[in-house]
């Protein structure tokens, strides 16, 4: 992943999608794959066990967040 600032979305259907990959997943006749709510991840905040980790393992850490699972992490700004 490259420093500085990335979007990922929580889609309806549960799925934390990339800003870079969101409109190839959004099917507009299904409600389920729309955006929901977007987290900006500051790359440069991350901890170096997630530097170079891929969006396999930084969608469940914004998922757990976003259903109030974990707290806040430090690298998810807004």
Known sequence: MTYGLHKYWVMNDGEVIHDDFMNEHVDESNDFTWPNTAYTVDVDKLP??????????IGPLILAYHHKESEKPEW???
């Open 48 to 57: 170096p066990e997630l530097v170079h980790a891929d969006d396999e393992v």
């Open 76 to 78: 998810i700004v807004e």
